[in-house]
């Protein structure tokens, strides 16, 4: 099917491309992520910037990066894009589902691997620094050494920026560690036993903190801080499927909103787009009522586009 030029350029053409395109994806954070990296690209290419090339850290099977780039294909340059994972199984299914495209197996946070691929214009970070976060461990507890986990996101962000080409966007998706007091007692009620012997579940294999609650007039009800709560939620929908696996060893959330704005501060970054989101709130809804008043369900997303000086 053939477009011309002034379709492809209207913002309706890509509503619609993409409604269809992100039909598939479940996960409605990720769809977001490419949405605004796709008007990026637009925005750059219809100035007449060039190159144009997109680098993804933690590139998992591609289905980011080259979308992305499947999508904006007649970008001059854009086919220099490179996606880095250290799974070489993942590495694999991107070769496999993208031929076209350039792969590498290695270490994101490994400065001297990534000085090799040179500068990009947009460099993704989609959902994989919560990864590095939680990588990081107390060797006697196995919990999260969040000192030290917190320095290795920052080291692994400040090798991404130096990946930027002056005037270059960093794009930036993850878990957000939600406005509020975490230590915030909160009291949750779940909707039916199956969804309380989830619970138990997240309680006892957990990993990267451990989660503390007490139950409340019985065992449907429980009050834990609002931290524990916001892990408990967010890990809710992988229980008692093959993927809480690995989803019980990680934590999304690591940053709270200042945190991140703090940390593009230090790093000379200039905010443009900051979106925080909920992504799954009836799925939420499904397993528990928040019975403490005036408290919802928590915004554990944020989207960022921060531009480096030119
Ligand atoms: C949750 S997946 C996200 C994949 C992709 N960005 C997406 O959103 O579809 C995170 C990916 O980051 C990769 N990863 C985590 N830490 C990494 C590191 N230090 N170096 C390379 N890859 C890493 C993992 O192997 C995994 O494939």
């Given at each position: 099917m053939g477009y011309n030029s002034q379709v492809i350029e209207s913002g309706e053409f890509w509503d619609f491309y993409w409604e269809v395109r992100l039909q598939a994806l479940e996960d409605l954070g990720?769809?977001?992520?490419?949405?605004?990296?796709?008007?990026?690209?637009?925005?750059?290419?219809?100035?007449?910037?060039?190159?144009?090339?997109?680098?993804?850290?933690?590139?998992?099977?591609?289905?980011?990066?080259?979308?992305?780039v499947e999508a904006h294909a007649q970008?001059?340059?854009?086919?220099?894009?490179?996606?880095?994972?250290?799974?070489?199984?993942?590495?694999?299914?991107?070769?496999?589902?993208?031929?076209?495209?350039?792969?590498?197996?290695?270490?994101?946070?490994?400065?001297s691997l990534l000085a090799e691929l040179g500068q990009f214009e947009i460099v993704l970070l989609v959902n994989a620094l919560h990864e590095?976060?939680?990588?990081?461990?107390?060797?006697?507890?196995?919990?999260?050494?969040?000192?030290s986990a917190k320095r290795q996101v920052e080291k692994a962000l400040e090798g991404a920026v130096e990946r930027l080409a002056p005037g270059g966007t960093l794009a930036l998706f993850d878990g957000l560690e939600p406005a509020g007091d975490p230590q915030e007692v909160l009291r949750i009620r779940f909707?039916?036993?199956?969804?309380?012997?989830?619970?138990?579940?997240?309680?006892?294999e957990y990993r990267?903190?451990?989660?503390?609650?007490?139950?409340?007039?019985?065992?449907?009800c429980v009050e834990l801080s609002?931290?524990?709560?916001?892990?408990?939620?967010?890990?809710?929908?992988?229980?008692?499927?093959?993927?809480?696996q690995t989803e019980r060893l990680e934590s999304y959330q690591y940053y709270n909103e200042g945190e991140f704005r703090e940390a593009a501060a230090r790093l000379g970054l200039t905010l443009?787009?900051?979106?925080?989101?909920?992504?799954?709130?009836?799925?939420?809804r499904g397993e528990v009522e928040i019975e403490t008043s005036g408290v919802d369900f928590p915004e554990e997303h944020i989207l960022i586009l921060a531009n480096k000086g030119s």
């Open positions: 990720k769809a977001e992520a490419i949405r605004a990296v796709s008007d990026l690209i637009r925005t750059r290419a219809q100035r007449g910037d060039q190159p144009l090339r997109l680098l993804e850290l933690g590139c998992g099977e591609g289905q980011i990066i080259g979308t992305l970008v001059r340059s854009i086919n220099a894009s490179i996606g880095v994972d250290y799974s070489a199984r993942a590495i694999e299914a991107c070769r496999r589902t993208y031929p076209g495209m350039k792969f590498i197996c290695g270490d994101f946070t490994d400065r590095v976060f939680s990588s990081v461990h107390i060797p006697e507890s196995g919990e999260v050494d969040v000192p909707r039916d036993g199956q969804a309380r012997r989830r619970f138990e579940i997240f309680t006892q990267p903190f451990r989660p503390r609650f007490r139950e409340v007039d019985g065992p449907t609002r931290r524990d709560f916001t892990r408990y939620i967010t890990k809710s929908i992988f229980l008692g499927k093959q993927l809480w443009f787009h900051v979106r925080t989101l909920t992504a799954n709130y009836e799925k939420w």
